[in-house]
């Protein structure tokens, strides 16, 4: 998704088509975050079936840690089109930055998670990761494209 849409935003991107820019990376934001909801809400209520279906019943205790890390991909694919959106903007620094604070805080919980929880710990620190990145992902899209909306309403 992410390869697929990098074209189309930072043309709009360079266009100073600020709005279309932004509802653009919402829209597929939002799309591949309601199908991603949809398979989380499929995996909570089958993830025995699919484990027993594709790897065997033995595995089926895996269940619980393949829900929650379905949860952690399904936080990041509300977000798939930010990493687009800010190298667009020129943000690669700050996307850097973002991704830097983000591995910090999974490692932490990963290191603080997996010995007082188990093996829940992982998918876990997963979450943290991404809801971390999701939230500062968004926060660096909405004031970059605020400067921008206010400097081409100054004239500027």
Not at 85 to 97: C, E, H, K, N, P
Not at 123 to 149: C, D, E, F, K
């Amino acid at each position: 998704i992410q390869q697929v849409v990098y074209p189309d935003v930072a043309r709009m991107w360079a266009r100073a088509e600020a709005a279309r820019f932004r509802r653009t990376v919402t829209q597929v934001n939002l799309g591949a975050g309601a199908l991603a909801a949809a398979f989380l809400l499929a995996m909570t209520f089958h993830a025995e079936l699919l484990i027993e279906l594709t790897v065997g019943a033995q595995f089926t205790a895996a269940a619980g840690p393949l829900v929650l890390q379905t949860l952690g991909v399904a936080i990041f694919l509300f977000g798939v089109a930010l990493r687009p959106a800010l190298f667009s903007m020129g943000m690669q620094i700050r996307f850097l930055q973002i991704v830097t604070v983000a591995t910090a805080c999974f490692y932490v919980t990963l290191l603080l998670a997996v010995p007082a929880i188990g093996i829940y710990g992982a998918p876990l620190a997963h979450i943290v990761y991404n809801v971390v990145w999701l939230a500062a992902m968004q926060a660096a899209l909405l004031q970059g494209s605020r400067q921008v909306t206010s400097s081409q309403t100054a004239g500027g």
